[in-house]
């Protein structure tokens, strides 16, 4: 089947810095992926939606400006966590959607944020 | 809002039992239900798809149900071995697009 790879699988950061995480399709192309969150225990929320090359499409609650994500290519999307504080240390998910317009989503193994 | 329930939130059984988990949505308005398991710390894995027009899937041990019009789906899982241990998550989409979750039957498979 197809993969979803992400990268780094697991980030530990100071309060105030930067992370960015990469949500790669390795073996199709993907006209939307998808960013989910995941507490502890708790099922997947999901954060936004974004289409190659255009603006992503945020859930309620969600602060763009504090998430930002770029889905520059067919293959991958970035979500970038700025100004990071501890409350935003959760479970990272992406989920890709092939461009031949299958509804079948794939879902990356995450990525594990911890902030400091 | 479409809101997605699993009953139960945690279940522990001792190894060859078969049992069933339950998922519960508001909207019957679903594009299609998918089980996935989530072992600890990781990542999602599709178990089993259900399109709208389906009423069950199979694959091996595992057996999913979908009554659209009621807003059920279950998971049947036969002989259970300590190798299912995990949660077990339901989800229905939405208009093709997007998911939306339940929270998850953690499941303990005792040897």
């Known amino acids: 089947g197809a993969v979803v790879s992400q990268h780094p699988s697991r980030v530990i950061c100071k309060s105030g810095t930067s992370v960015k995480i990469e949500c790669r399709s390795l073996d199709f192309q993907a006209t939307t992926m998808f960013w989910y969150r995941q507490f502890p225990k708790k099922s997947l929320m999901l954060m936004a939606t974004?289409?190659?090359?255009?603006?992503?499409?945020?859930e309620q609650g969600v602060e763009k400006d504090k998430f930002l994500i770029n889905h520059a290519s067919l293959t991958l999307s970035t979500l970038t966590v700025t100004s990071a504080h501890p409350e935003d240390s959760s479970f990272y998910i992406c989920?890709?959607?092939?461009?031949?317009?299958?509804?079948?989503?794939?879902f990356g193994p995450g990525t594990r944020l911890l902030v400091l | 809002k479409q809101e997605v329930t699993q009953i139960p939130a945690a279940l522990s059984v001792p190894e060859g039992e078969n049992l069933v988990l339950n998922c519960s949505f508001t909207?019957?308005?679903?594009?299609?239900l998918q089980w996935f398991r989530q072992d600890p710390g990781k990542g999602l894995t599709s178990l089993l798809l259900?399109?709208?027009?389906?009423r069950e899937q199979t694959s091996g041990r595992l057996n999913a149900s979908l009554d659209k019009s009621s807003g059920r789906s279950t998971l049947y899982i036969a002989a259970s071995q300590p190798g299912d241990s995990a949660t077990y998550l339901c989800?229905?989409?939405?208009?093709?697009?997007?998911?939306?979750f339940g929270p998850g039957t953690r499941l303990s498979v005792l040897p």
């Open positions: 259900i399109q709208s027009s389906q």
């Open positions: 909207d019957s308005a679903i594009y299609n």
């Open positions: 989800a229905v989409m939405m208009d093709g697009q997007n998911f939306v």
């Open positions: 974004s289409n190659e090359g255009s603006k992503a499409t945020y």
């Open positions: 989920s890709a959607r092939e461009a031949s317009g299958a509804f079948t989503q794939y």
